[in-house]
């Protein structure tokens, strides 16, 4: 985008954000004032409150019949003054505040119309008793509640300026900006709204729905704002449809068919995105679909299980397990997609995705072989109990079957590990191990300049490199994808550190931030030489496994290249002496001839 459609768009997006940053900070001050203020007074006493249909009511009692109160009682007064129709939890929060002799009286209406008189006594440390409903000491329920609500709308909302201010040109990002920031406005942090100004929460679901419709056609269009193939343009129509039956549907309606539209649009945006990584040539392109899908994927892997558990109805109502999921567990993957697109689209270290996908695939298929293989061993063993003597076995099944888990995990870990790598590393674990028996074989026979391109094409093309040079002493030996002359001329102004042992690393070359000394620990004085890497297509500096390839390669490439020297000198003192000995026996031949020409 440009010119005057680009400033059109920041301006719309200006508006956006300056309203969602209102909501988000009035959001901020609610939550604060009902978990740093609301809940803590409510349980000095015993009990919890919340809003329901616009009432405040109780929502759970630490300890259930105490004093009478039950849950949805609703108040009546407290100390004698009665409760005004406008009063919200904030209200009953003040009147239990003001109580000073630590005792208060509760005026309630339960739900079977029954009026009750509670006479209640303040709970001491009340920050070490325990939550009702999730079974946490208060202080942890009160954290990890604020911070689950707030932190996933300060990110989305962060990220949705970051994507604004570095790449405001750019529509893919632009369109991730809107629909981060639209992300925001979610029940949680518009109720504010709600209950202050009278906001209908259908309104705020149906924008909720618009930005997860925007992001997934920013995902479908990803990573340059262009619907290229058919998958792309078909979610783009099953988005829009969807879109229409959740406008159309009451809110809080079953609506199965916007269920069965929602999962082929994610079906098919998903396809497209697989579709277009495969057919880009890009390799920077490649990179930034990999981290995108990284984020996502990554993110679903935390949300199936919880969603699965949750339809099978495994997962109870109350206690901690809940929390944990839906507080911790659920925020976490919530947290991911944003920051998945983010690293994408701001192109910053986009070739460490093949690092983190794999170690990610890797813990995530070792976890589950270990919790397979710990079921299956457990189950099996209890019913060989079962029919081998016909009774339980108790813990014993699962004492065994942790011990078979135990010992199976380092097997495991490292097949897994080699399989992790294989599928996303391919090129870097083929560097790896080729390369050394490449050049255990061509040293012996091989000329040095064959050699040296031989190993800069592969370590190059194993790191993903730009260019790449080889240096022996101070003379320029071997280049790929760069010119004799500008690499003569940066190494003429390099200064190369003859004594250095490990890789030398300057993030600020643009021509050669990679450098490998190339030296004999035995037989040798310092380094005789240099393997030369340029940057890689993103402009991200070499990860940490690149960085472990290169230190191990060095050895073998080093003893390679000093060998070819010693064989290739060697070889050209045998031949100088096999030419000083045919010019000499060419001499004595000639020689009787003259002699005898000269008699004659």
């Known amino acids: 985008m440009s010119g005057r459609r680009a400033r059109v768009v920041l301006g719309a997006y200006a508006c956006v954000a300056t309203l969602i940053f209102v909501i988000i900070a009035g959001s901020f001050w609610f939550n604060a004032r009902d978990y740093f203020g609301n809940i803590p007074a409510a349980a000095e006493y015993g009990f919890r409150t919340h809003t329901n249909d616009g009432v405040p009511e109780i929502a759970s009692v630490s300890r259930p019949g105490a004093n009478g109160l039950r849950q949805q009682d609703r108040f009546l007064a407290i100390n004698g003054m009665r409760l005004p129709d406008d009063a919200t939890e904030y209200t009953i929060a003040e009147r239990l505040a003001e109580d000073k002799d630590g005792r208060v009286t509760l005026v309630t209406r339960s739900t079977d119309g029954a009026v009750r008189t509670h006479e209640l006594e303040r709970i001491p440390n009340t920050s070490e008793t325990i939550e009702a409903d999730s079974g946490w000491p208060l202080w942890l329920y009160i954290v990890v509640g604020f911070f689950s609500n707030q932190l996933p709308p300060l990110v989305w909302f962060g990220a949705s300026l970051l994507l604004a201010w570095r790449r405001p040109r750019d529509p893919e990002a632009m369109l991730l900006a809107f629909a981060f920031a639209i992300l925001c406005i979610t029940p949680g942090t518009a109720f504010w709204l709600n209950a202050l100004v009278g906001v209908p929460m259908t309104l705020v679901i149906i924008i909720e729905n618009l930005g997860a419709g925007l992001t997934m056609l920013a995902i479908a269009a990803f990573p340059d704002g262009r619907f290229p193939n058919r998958l792309s343009r078909i979610a783009v129509v099953l988005i829009t449809l969807a879109l229409i039956m959740i406008v159309a549907t009451p809110t809080g309606a079953p609506n199965p068919a916007v269920d069965i539209v929602i999962l082929f649009a994610v079906l098919t945006v998903l396809g497209s995105v697989r579709r277009r990584y495969r057919m880009s040539t890009d390799q920077a392109q490649r990179q930034q679909i990999k981290w995108a899908v990284l984020g996502f994927t990554t993110a679903m892997l935390l949300f199936l299980p919880v969603l699965t558990l949750t339809a099978a109805g495994l997962i109870p109502e109350d206690g901690p397990v809940p929390l944990l999921l839906y507080g911790i567990v659920i925020q976490i993957g919530w947290l991911l997609i944003p920051i998945g697109l983010l690293v994408s689209l701001l192109k910053y270290r986009l070739y460490d995705a093949d690092a983190a996908i794999s170690r990610s695939a890797a813990y995530a298929t070792l976890t589950l072989a270990v919790a397979a293989l710990f079921a299956a061993s457990a189950e099996g063993l209890e019913w060989a109990f079962q029919a081998g003597f016909g009774r339980g076995a108790g813990v014993l099944p699962n004492a065994i079957a942790a011990a078979v888990a135990v010992l199976a995990i380092t097997p495991l870990n490292s097949r897994i590990q ?183």
Not at 489 to 513: G, I, K, N, Q, S
Not at 525 to 545: E, K, M, V
């Open 418 to 600: 080699k399989w992790a790598e294989w599928r996303f590393q391919r090129d870097l674990v083929k560097l790896r191990r080729d390369l050394p028996d490449c050049i255990d074989d061509l040293r012996e026979t091989s000329s040095l300049d064959r050699l040296l391109r031989t190993i800069l094409e592969k370590v190059v093309a194993g790191v993903r490199a730009e260019r790449g040079a080889v240096v022996i002493g101070r003379d320029l030996t071997a280049t790929v994808a760069v010119g004799q002359e500008a690499a003569q001329a940066w190494l003429d102004e390099a200064r190369l550190d003859r004594d250095v042992e490990a890789l030398d690393c300057d993030r600020l070359d643009d021509m050669f931030p990679m450098r490998v000394p190339l030296r004999v620990r035995h037989g040798a004085d310092g380094n005789f030489g240099w393997l030369l890497l340029g940057p890689r297509p993103d402009d991200s500096f070499y990860g940490r496994d690149e960085q472990e390839v290169l230190a191990e390669l060095a050895g073998p490439v080093s003893r390679a290249v000093q060998i070819v020297l010693v064989r290739e000198a060697r070889e050209a003192k045998l031949d100088s002496r096999l030419l000083a000995l045919e010019a000499q026996i060419a001499r004595l031949k000639g020689a009787p001839d003259r002699t005898r020409r000269a008699r004659v």
